[in-house]
């Protein structure tokens, strides 16, 4: 995921965090705040109560990969990935299922009809 897709700064982490709202579920929670932008920019939070860095750092570079897959449709908002205890057991499948969950639970993933993606080829 290129650099321009992440939020990095500490700042940025702290306004989403202070001003936007979220949304949760067993193993994510997504806060989210609407920016206007050219597309979305995302952090990822794993704790170190989910693993050594080995296991931490698989599971932000399984959600990095899942958030690639998901990009044509989320919406261009800045949001923050937290994952929760339990995902480190979780296959890549349920993983994506969970996450994608919580982001429809968030309204940052958005459908699209065949007639759009036909028009997008």
Known sequence: MK?????????DFGAIFNQ?????????????????????RVGLSVS????????????????????QEFSPQLKTYDFVVIARKGVEELS???MRKN????LKLG??????DMCEKENLI
């Open 3 to 11: 650099k321009s897709y992440r939020v990095k700064k500490d700042s």
């Open 20 to 40: 936007g709202k979220s949304v949760a579920n067993r193993r994510f929670v997504v806060y989210q705040l609407e920016k206007s932008q050219a597309h979305f």
């Open 48 to 67: 170190k109560k989910l693993g050594n860095a080995v296991v931490r750092n698989r599971i932000k570079r399984q959600l990095r990969h899942l958030l």
């Open 92 to 94: 890549y499948v349920e």
């Open 99 to 102: 996450l994608l969950h919580v």
């Open 107 to 112: 309204q940052l993933y958005q459908e699209r």
